[in-house]
């Protein structure tokens, strides 16, 4: 009995050790997702109408009064009820054929809308793509080719596991306590992997983006007054051209993000380097930024 207990026990310890492993090694391949880039889109091919189905319609129009051993005039109901149907079944592919070619114009008008970076279709199409991101993110302005960006990332002791897996000396598996300076390293990580995943999907989203501006907000919960307190601990930018090239497979999301941003702010404190919320008073245009943000909302969103 104790034997097999010692047994469960190490199994239970392998599979919690395998969880921590698979969750950072989630963190640290955040942003080696790849997205589609974004096409035309066409309007399906509508289905050919039902020819049978018209004809056995207008065959009990044409046969109906006539007796059953009328075989000339059951004929030529036929013929006549064959004719109708040609005629109808035309006419219902011309209806379905225009209304394709309606639709087609509107995706094509969005389309140029999108490529031209309509302010307000690259924003919904934003919005549409960033409904299912793991952070919670916004698009919340633009201007010429530039996009500017709100992402919600958790507090680093809800993002990052109190455990990480190991080995003792002698081999065996173990799980320890993670450190503060690991977790400040693997929360960094975390920030860096979020606003890259963002950016990729926003420049695959809206072929005409040029350049991104992002601001990483952290979820800090709520004051006193129930108001969302959400200081805001990164300010980059990123172009389009500054990712061609990138090695997502290879390089780490910190090492991307700093050879590729134009502008980044970010605020490291302590032994640890812990990312610390930045200090706007000299920032007015990010302070802008954060203002025009429902804050409720990502709030509720970075909750769910």
């Known amino acids: 009995m104790a034997a097999q207990q010692r047994q469960a026990a190490q199994a239970e310890r392998a599979a919690m050790a395998q969880q921590l492993a698979d969750a950072f090694l989630r963190i640290l391949n955040l942003h080696r997702v790849d997205f589609p880039a974004a096409q ?26 006539t007796g059953l051993f009328k075989r000339a005039e059951r004929s030529a109901a036929k013929q006549q009820a064959a004719m109708w149907a040609d005629a109808e079944a035309t006419r219902q592919w011309a209806v379905l054929k225009n209304q394709q ?17 309509d302010p307000s279709t690259v924003l919904q199409a934003l919005a549409v ?22 992402v919600v990332v958790p507090t680093a002791s809800r993002a990052i596991p109190e455990q990480m897996p190991g080995r003792t000396a002698a081999g065996n598996l173990s799980l320890r306590k993670i450190t ?27 072929p ?45 999301a910190i090492d991307i993000l700093n050879a590729a941003a134009h502008e980044k702010l970010m605020n ?6 812990d990312l610390s919320p930045l ?14 943000v429902d804050l409720d909302d990502l709030s509720t969103d970075a909750s769910n």
């Not at 035309?40 to 109906?64: K, S, W």
């Not at 995706?107 to 490529?115: E, G, K, T, V």
């Not at 300076?181 to 999907?201: M, N, P, W």
Request: aromatic content about 8%; hydrophobic content about 40%; charged content about 25%.
């Open 180 to 206: 503060q300076s690991d977790r400040a390293d693997f929360f960094k990580q975390f920030v860096c992997g979020q606003i890259l995943v963002t950016v990729r999907e926003a420049f695959a989203v809206a």
């Open 40 to 65: 035309r889109p066409v309007a399906p091919e509508p289905g050919p109408p039902d020819r049978a189905a018209i004809y056995r319609h207008y065959e009990q129009q044409t046969l109906a009064g």
């Open 129 to 150: 793509a960033f409904e299912d991101n793991e952070a919670a993110s916004a698009a919340v302005g633009v201007a010429g080719d530039e996009v500017s960006l709100v």
């Open 208 to 252: 005409g983006i040029q350049r991104a501006r992002v601001i990483v907000l952290r979820n800090d919960g709520r004051d006193p007054y129930g108001r969302p307190t959400m200081p805001c601990l990164a300010a980059v930018s990123v172009t389009r051209r500054a990712l061609d090239g990138v090695r997502w497979h290879e390089a780490d």
């Open 101 to 117: 070619a309606q639709w087609q114009q509107a995706l094509d008008q969005q389309w140029r809308a999108l490529l031209s970076n």
């Open 279 to 292: 200090d706007l008073s000299s920032e007015p245009e990010i302070t802008a930024l954060i203002d025009a």
């Open 268 to 273: 490291q404190k302590g032994r640890s380097k």
